[in-house]
């Protein structure tokens, strides 16, 4: 560790030229000035006589603008925040009189103007020992320094000699007080914290789909979000081509974390919820009640649509005639049978099977004019395939399916439902989707978020969805089968990362196992990886949160806190909402955010009470400021997010606000569990027999 001069909680601003700090901050300067000069670099290239039209222009323009976005020097946050100081140099023979080189650690690649890196990105291979070397397996590492920071300036450091035995192991101040540091605005990257089993999956192969198991304050969000960017990293060209998308469970998470990744450089992947995926055709109105959604998600449902699409094919029951000068070339309705059941068969996309009909049958009047001595050419089959005659036959055997009102007609005849359902579908659930007013069209359509998976799943048997070569799932637990398949074709061809808490699932369809989530994901051979130790949640919070575990997620592995500080909480049986306001003008006086977190139902009496009082507030997802520190948040929109305080009001209205009382209960252990350093729950009507 550094020594008691350097101590990082009292090391001073100003130091001799000699002192460590003064030449760290001095390289911490170089290499501001170095970045900028990259950038002034980029922005002073001239493509006018590079490009040969003015396509190429704007993309290359569009390709340099977001790389001068990229090399963007954030003020308030640090280059870098650590350095290794290797024993030998990396990558030479270990032979004696090896010598050992030194590399700064950040967010990063800065280098000077000779080309020599001042900053080593913290994906490069170089780099990993900064979170995975120990006392234990040093990886050939003599120093690691960790850096203090305060509003992007140097203001301490750390050392740990990993390869000198007389040195004991020891718990990094510095990270605790990173990990612990208040929480304003947005979601920020983890990069300076890291631990050995998050960068395990960090750099884990873009081949292979990754499912994460984490509860609360694991770090699995930052996990996901950051194995992104080592994927661009280590396969930027492949994801250039392919694309990465981000699946987050609504507007206001994606807004949280969504300035995560263009900190780290990385200003491409998309974010989107499933509801952004599959509603993009249609208006999602409607609600679903909680029997019907569960129905509408259940993996049958493909079946049953499979079933409803393929059964607009009907066999051919004349011969086409097709009349090309002075002859008539006639395929009998037995062949074109032929035709068709191949095609089945092949289990192609229906519209991909219709598309090829036409050539099929042109196909075979060629083979007719062949034996009759005849040449014909590929635009002969052409011409044959747009033939009047052709066409009448493909619109009568195979007809276009429009995904809505095929859905529609499932949803508003029971008769339609119940042949395609049959055997899949009990009678009463049959009953239970089906709606009880009759619908005129597809825009008058009260659709529901359930209803718009149905219509991509049909759309997808119509014609193949584009897949991308990497998606992120993030609370996955709240998916529905169905949903999962709208995911997994969004990554048939490509990989994905899922993120979620079983404990956390607060829909009436949540996931039971990830075995299962996998299965619907199609990705059957992803691994499963579990992370048990909690980063964020205080100790007093999570142990009072994790009373809930044995009725919401028995058997699951409950988060072990390795925070030093115990944090703030208490239990207050209150008699009015005034003193909910008094507890969060209590907590506004730390520094740092403060979340009210409440029933859905009890969102516009505390919106009053906290006006009344002149306190403002900010709704979920929109960034804090120095004057508005307090977030009022429906518990329903709570998941995902997190608060240096939060004041939890009325647990059991939680609970009740739920459809069932299970549910009711991993919504409250959400609630429970967003909070960094302190945590005071307020009541007036008796706790949840669960908590007690």
């Known amino acids: ?31 501001r000035a170095a970045l900028r000069a990259m950038r002034e670099d980029v922005e002073s290239l001239d493509i006018s006589d590079v490009t040969a039209n003015w396509v190429n222009a704007e993309v290359l323009a569009r ?26 140099a990396p990558g030479a023979d270990q032979a004696e009189g090896a010598f050992g080189e030194r590399f700064y650690i950040g967010r990063r690649h800065v280098h000077d103007h000779d080309g020599d890196p001042m900053v080593i990105d913290w994906r490069a291979l170089v780099s990993q020992p900064f979170y995975r070397a120990s006392k234990k ?48 605005g947005p979601m920020r ?53 392919t694309g990465t998308l981000v699946i987050g469970p609504n507007r206001s998470f994606l807004h949280y974390i969504e300035q995560v990744l263009p900190a780290l450089g990385e200003l491409t ?32 449902m493909a079946e049953v649509l499979r079933r409803a699409v393929q059964a607009h094919v009907t066999m051919p029951s004349e011969p086409v005639v097709v009349v090309r000068g002075s002859r008539r070339w006639r395929v009998p309705a037995y062949e074109l049978e032929d035709i068709v059941r191949e095609l089945l068969d092949r289990g192609i996309r229906y519209g991909a099977a219709r598309e090829a009909l036409p050539q099929r049958i042109a196909h075979a009047v060629l083979v007719q004019m062949e034996r009759s001595g005849e040449a014909p050419d590929d635009r002969v089959q052409d011409s044959v395939a747009r033939n009047a005659a052709v066409k009448a036959a493909v619109k009568q055997v195979w007809p276009p ?55 991509d799943e049909t759309t997808d048997l119509v014609q193949r969805t584009h897949s991308l070569g990497h998606v992120v799932l993030d609370e996955a637990q709240d998916l529905s089968p169905m949903q999962y398949r709208a995911v997994g074709r969004r990554c048939t ?41 909690g980063f964020r949640v ?30 703030f909480f208490a239990l207050r049986q209150i008699k009015d909402t005034g003193e909910v306001v008094a507890a969060c003008e209590e907590l506004l006086r730390n520094e740092g955010s403060t979340g009210l977190i409440a029933a859905d139902a009890r969102v516009p009496e505390l919106a009053q009470a906290l006006a009344a009082a002149g306190i403002g507030h900010l709704a979920p997802g929109e960034e804090t400021t120095a004057e508005t520190r307090l977030t009022l948040v429906p518990a329903s929109l709570a998941k995902g997010l997190e608060y240096d305080y939060v004041v939890l009001d009325e647990p059991q209205a939680v609970v009740d606000g739920e459809p069932d009382e299970r549910t009711g209960l991993r919504r409250l252990y959400v609630a429970l569990t967003r909070a960094v350093s302190g945590l005071i729950v307020t009541h007036t009507a008796p706790l949840p027999p669960q908590l007690t």
């Open 269 to 300: 992947v998309q974010q989107a919820t499933v509801d952004d995926l599959v509603a993009k055709d249609i208006e999602v109105r409607g609600t679903d009640t909680a029997p019907a959604a569960v129905i509408k998600g259940d993996a049958r």
């Open 401 to 455: 399916v429009d995904p809505a009102k095929l859905v529609l007609r499932l949803l508003s005849d029971a008769d339609f439902l119940a042949v395609h359902a049959a055997g899949i579908l009990t009678d009463e659930e049959q009953k239970t989707i089906v709606w009880a007013k009759p619908v005129r069209s597809v825009k008058s359509t009260r659709w529901s978020a359930a209803d718009a998976v149905l219509i």
């Open 63 to 88: 390709q340099i603008d977001e790389r001068i976005k990229a090399l963007a020097d954030l003020s308030d946050t640090p280059l870098f925040f650590g350095r290794l100081d290797y024993l030998h």
């Open 189 to 241: 990257d983890i990069v300076a914290t890291i631990q050995p089993e998050q960068d395990e999956i960090v750099r884990s192969g873009l081949g292979g789909t990754v499912c994460v198991q984490g509860g609360p304050g694991t770090g699995k969000t930052a996990v996901g979000l950051h194995r992104v960017a080592y994927l661009l990293y280590a396969h930027r060209e492949r994801l250039a081509r």
């Open 137 to 184: 397996d040093p990886m050939d590492v003599a120093l690691r320094r960790r850096f203090g920071y305060t509003r992007g300036d140097i203001t301490a450091y750390e050392d740990e000699h990993l390869s000198d035995p007389a040195e004991a192991a020891r718990t990094s101040k510095l990270l605790q007080q990173e990990i612990e540091r208040p929480r304003v």
């Open 538 to 567: 205080p100790t007093d919070v999570i142990t009072y949160a994790s009373r809930l575990l044995p009725h919401i997620a028995p058997g699951l592995a409950p988060v072990a806190s390795v925070r030093e500080n115990p944090g």
């Open 1 to 31: 560790m550094s020594t008691p001069a350097h101590d990082p909680l009292t090391a001073p601003h100003a130091q001799p030229a000699t002192d460590p700090l003064s030449r760290e901050r001095a390289h911490l300067a170089g290499s």
């Open 493 to 533: 061809t490509g990989s994905a990362t899922v993120l979620g808490d079983l404990a956390q699932g607060t829909t009436p369809w949540a996931t039971r196992s990830w075995d299962e989530a996998l299965s619907h994901l199609g990705k059957s051979d992803g691994v499963i990886e579990e992370l048990t130790a």
